[in-house]
């Protein structure tokens, strides 16, 4: 995992290490945590905090072939927009494709057709694990997703974190999506905290693009093997 300040430096290393050569990069995963005093950490929620981008994935793939796409879904273009809201990827892969297609219903075929894999969804043990040790130091913690606010809300309830993050930040929050900064400066400011005070932690692009628009310092999480 690889992490950033304004100089590019980095600092310490934070991770859990679980099972062998073939474990998953859900159990394998370490944290280069960058150099900094930092009094918030906010953290997206898929890929991030939770193993689910390879099941979003799935269910992309299935929704826009239900909407006429001829062949698989690009993982390289799905993977590129991770973060964006819902609605907007529904946009960009019809574009892409050339497809006409009802935004709303694709949506809503999505994300039923994700919630059908939850019993897939694993914890990405090192981010979790930092946030734990964050929030019991009296950090606050946050929540900032590009995900519809009852699926984020579902998924931290499944798997039991919804304790942990008291602020929860959604694109129903805010004018703008990542890329932009909105949802990462309305975390901070429901946290209490200086966005310059804020560690972010990423798994794509989009997200990176608005903590460093934020003005915020960041981790990216792979979330792709």
Not at 10 to 25: E, Q
Not at 27 to 35: G, H, S, V, Y
Not at 86 to 110: P, S
Not at 200 to 210: K, M, T, Y
Request: net charge neutral; hydrophobic share 45%; with cysteine.
């Amino acid at each position: 995992m690889r992490a950033c300040d304004a100089k590019g430096r980095r600092a310490s290393t934070f991770g859990v290490a679980r099972g062998g050569p073939g474990a998953s990069l859900a159990e394998q995963m370490k944290l280069d945590i960058p150099a900094g005093d930092f009094s918030g950490y906010i953290f997206d929620l898929d890929g991030t905090l939770v193993d689910t981008m390879p099941l979003h994935y799935r269910a992309w793939n299935r929704a826009m072939q239900h909407a006429g796409l001829k062949e698989e879904l690009s993982e390289d273009l799905f993977y590129s927009l991770g973060g964006v809201p819902t609605r907007g990827v529904a946009k960009i892969f019809a574009k892409h494709y050339g497809l006409q297609i009802d935004v709303e219903r694709v949506f809503h075929q999505k994300e039923a057709l994700f919630l059908e894999l939850k019993s897939e969804m694993k914890l990405i043990e090192a981010v979790v694990a930092f946030a734990r040790q964050g929030a019991a130091r009296g950090i606050p913690v946050s929540v900032a997703s590009g995900g519809p606010r009852d699926i984020v809300r579902h998924t931290l309830e499944l798997m039991q974190l919804q304790a942990l993050f008291p602020v929860v930040v959604t694109p129903e929050d805010v004018a703008h999506g990542k890329p932009a900064p909105d949802m990462f400066l309305l975390a901070a400011k429901k946290m209490g905290v200086a966005p310059a005070k804020c560690l972010v932690f990423e798994d794509a692009e989009p997200g990176i693009q608005a903590a460093t628009a934020a003005g915020m310092k960041w981790v990216r999480v792979p979330s792709r093997a």
